[in-house]
């Protein structure tokens, strides 16, 4: 099972900011944070994914706290088209518990208002 | 912009029925996926696929699931007997790279429904 705990949903306004926050206090050293959304009737999409510094990419920005139990996925200005669900999940190397797959929680569902 | 092709979009299909699920991956990506959802329910891992092998699978892919990739351009996902339970949209995915940091890319679904 994904070690990542999410809020089950959220919402938002139409062009306003939107943190998205997870929890993995069990991390390892050598977990990646990686982020996916699912649109609606969609498969899942890759967003962002983060080792220890945060990253911006043309989608979003990840924050990752100084001792890696959590992150924010932020996504600076929310259209109607983010609303989705927002997987955070871990991902490791070692070929062990997660092996070379993604597992998917429940994640966490964004509704945008207008 | 590259893509996964999944094909069909929606099959029917009576229970008992053998079911083949094709996908195209992105031509130069090395992983391959297979991935499930039940309506409301949770994206489930079924197969992974490496260097012409299966690399990993969970408990649901039993012996009436198989993956094949038959001519270095397709990706199918077989199930010999179809149950009830089966009833699910049915994700392909690949990736250039493998774990730690590889992004998967998602196809647009197969949605099996099982009568």
């Known amino acids: 099972d994904a070690k990542t705990t999410q809020p089950n949903s959220m919402e938002s306004n139409e062009e306003e900011p939107v943190h998205l926050p997870c929890n993995h206090s069990?991390?390892?050293?050598?977990?990646?944070i990686h982020w996916y959304r699912q649109l609606p009737s969609q498969g899942p999409e890759y967003v962002i994914h983060?080792?220890?510094s945060n990253v911006n990419n043309r989608m979003a920005s990840l924050a990752i706290a100084e001792d890696r139990k959590s992150s924010t996925l932020i996504l600076h200005r929310a259209t109607l088209r983010d609303a989705a669900v927002y997987y955070c999940?871990?991902?490791?190397?070692?070929?062990?518990?997660?092996?070379?797959?993604?597992?998917f929680g429940a994640g966490t569902i964004l509704r945008v208002k207008s | 912009e590259p893509e996964v092709t999944q094909t069909p979009s929606h099959q029917v299909t009576q229970m008992g029925q053998e079911v083949i699920l094709r996908c195209v991956p992105i031509?130069?990506?090395?992983?391959f996926y297979w991935y499930r959802q039940i309506l409301g329910q949770k994206v489930e891992f079924l197969v992974s696929?490496?260097?012409?092998?299966?690399?990993?699978k969970s408990e649901i892919f039993d012996d009436q699931f198989s993956v094949e990739r038959p001519d270095g351009s397709n990706f199918t996902l077989k199930i010999r007997s179809t149950k009830l339970e089966d009833s699910a949209m049915y994700f392909c995915?690949?990736?250039?790279?493998?774990?730690?940091?590889?992004?998967?890319?998602f196809g647009e679904g197969s949605r099996l429904t099982v009568l």
């Open positions: 995915a690949s990736s250039s790279q493998g774990a730690p940091t590889g992004e998967l890319f």
């Open positions: 069990t991390i390892s050293g050598t977990d990646y």
């Open positions: 983060g080792l220890t």
């Open positions: 999940i871990l991902r490791d190397v070692k070929r062990g518990e997660y092996g070379n797959k993604l597992v």
């Open positions: 031509s130069n990506h090395l992983y």
């Open positions: 696929f490496y260097n012409n092998e299966i690399s990993e």
